[in-house]
């Protein structure tokens, strides 16, 4: 029996397979599968900012009132009480379910949704990842523009909250290295999320339209986070965790190598249903059987770039 804890975020990890945000993690049951079948840890599905500010905004009828279109979008997001059912969410998983529960919230902006943050923290959450979806496609805006909404809502975070924050990256940043050396420095955040996974487009050729080419990843998109987590887990004190492309052993065990603390999963959990968490944790035991390893410390950062 190898000894596979790991550390993320300041939290205590019985291995390194964590849910990823996505549909599979809104509700109790299918976090309780989870953490059945040997998940170490699980991201909640992420509230909206528009979500939280729709709610937290008690006028919500007169900021929109010139704007119906924009109240429709709000009434929309609002309708079923998302944020209150989220807090709700939070406390049951952490009542039913014996793993670390990690919020997440998606954001554009360091806007007045941050004090919604302490809520989620008094829920008992253990952990916020902040996913700033960040597509940098306005040719009026700088990269420093776009870079400092990351610094805007760690700023606007810290001393709100005191449980661990990570942020979770996108990967269309001019100089990532920089970036997450200067967050780094900030002594704010505990972790970094590579990375988030946005949707895309594709075109059809027959009609001439765009559609969304799939959601969920291929095993070869790995790369991407693998070069950046090799290169900057050496570089930085704080913790990764590598998102995108891991579906099996081999990925999990790859990412450790490149000095990841975690991985997150997603599409191979929609392929192949919460078990194959159990399968991915067998493969990476009987790799470090072969290997004489017997902790996940003694082989992780083995490739980093340092
Ligand atoms: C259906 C679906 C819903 C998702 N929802 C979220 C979300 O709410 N917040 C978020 O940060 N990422 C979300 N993601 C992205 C995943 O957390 C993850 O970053 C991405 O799928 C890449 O990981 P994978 O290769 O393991 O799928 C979603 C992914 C899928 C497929």
Redesign the pocket.
């Known amino acids: 029996m190898k000894d596979l804890s790991t550390q993320y975020l300041g939290l205590q990890l019985k291995n390194p397979i964590i849910v990823?945000?996505?549909?599979?993690?809104n509700s109790l049951a299918k976090i309780q599968e989870f953490a059945e079948n040997g998940a170490a840890a699980v991201?909640?599905?992420?509230?909206?900012e528009e979500q939280i500010l729709a709610e937290l905004n008690h006028n919500v009828k007169s900021w929109t009132v010139d704007y119906p279109e924009s109240y429709d979008y709000v009434r929309e997001y609002t309708r079923d009480n998302v944020v209150s059912e989220y807090l709700e969410l939070i406390r049951e998983a952490k009542k039913n379910a014996e793993i670390p529960i990690i919020a997440?919230i998606?954001c554009v902006s360091s806007d007045e949704w941050v004090s919604f943050a302490k809520s989620v923290e008094n829920e008992g959450a253990d952990a916020l990842?902040i996913?700033i979806?960040l597509l940098p496609s306005d040719p009026k805006k700088k990269s420093e523009d776009y870079e400092k909404i990351y610094f805007d809502v760690i700023e606007n975070l810290s001393g709100l909250i005191s449980i661990p924050i990570a942020l979770?990256m996108s990967k269309y940043s001019s100089a990532l290295a920089n970036l997450v050396s200067r967050l780094s420095w900030t002594g704010k955040v505990s972790g970094f999320?590579l990375?988030?996974?946005y949707y895309r487009p594709d075109f059809v050729l027959e009609n001439l339209t765009v559609q969304s080419a799939s959601?969920?990843?291929?095993p070869d998109?790995?790369t991407i986070p693998l070069r950046w987590i090799a290169l900057l887990s050496g570089m930085v004190d704080e913790d990764f965790a590598a998102?995108?492309?891991?579906?099996d052993g081999e990925g999990v065990i790859k990412q450790l190598l490149a000095g990841a603390n975690a991985?997150?999963?997603?599409?191979?959990?929609?392929k192949n249903g919460a078990p194959h968490i159990k399968t991915m944790l067998n493969e990476l035991e009987e790799w470090m059987d072969k290997k004489s390893f017997n902790t996940i410390d003694e082989f992780r950062g083995r490739l980093s770039n340092k």
């Open positions: 990823g945000s996505c549909g599979l993690t991201v909640l599905k992420s509230l909206f997440s998606n990842e996913n979806s979770k999320v990375f988030n996974r959601v969920f990843s291929t998109e790995i998102s995108t492309g891991v579906h991985v997150q999963v997603v599409s191979t959990l929609y």
